[in-house]
């Protein structure tokens, strides 16, 4: 069974930068996608970034390329969010999800949709004040 613990949220002013872990226990395949959704409240949870366990793809929503930068450490099942340039509407509670599949088109990874991850973690919380 898979099992996911995000950490690393807090209160940042506008223009700062935190990182997110994600502590992945229990058997993923490298063709089984981690990803990052965030959830504003009363809102939908979104995409944000993911990548193959492999390492091999990543993939970021338009709101966040450039500014978050997903990466992992084999050596210790963790996939990290970096998030520099933040910016209030950057404020949400932080999931990190799992797929038991990779889906690419022409060779790009696609996140999904929320509905279409098999487990999330708890969440962490992410503030940007103005």
């Known amino acids: 069974q898979i099992h996911l613990v995000e950490s690393g949220g807090g209160l940042v002013h506008a223009g700062g930068s935190l990182k997110l872990s994600c502590a992945v226990s229990?058997?993923?395949?490298?063709?089984?996608?981690i990803g990052w959704f965030r959830q504003a409240p009363e809102g939908a949870r979104e995409q944000v970034s993911c990548?193959?366990?492999?390492?091999?793809?990543?993939a970021y929503d338009a709101a966040v390329e450039g500014r978050f930068t997903i990466s992992k450490d084999t050596t210790k099942n963790t996939v990290y969010l970096q998030m520099n340039s933040l910016k209030p509407e950057d404020t949400g509670l932080y999931y990190c999800?799992?797929?038991?599949?990779?889906?690419?088109?022409?060779?790009?990874?696609?996140?999904?949709?929320?509905?279409?991850?098999?487990?999330w973690g708890r969440g962490t919380q992410v503030t940007v004040s103005s």
């Open positions: 229990g058997f993923t395949p490298d063709y089984y996608t």
């Open positions: 990548m193959t366990v492999s390492g091999a793809h990543t």
């Open positions: 999800g799992f797929q038991s599949h990779q889906s690419l088109i022409y060779g790009k990874l696609q996140c999904g949709r929320a509905i279409d991850y098999d487990g």
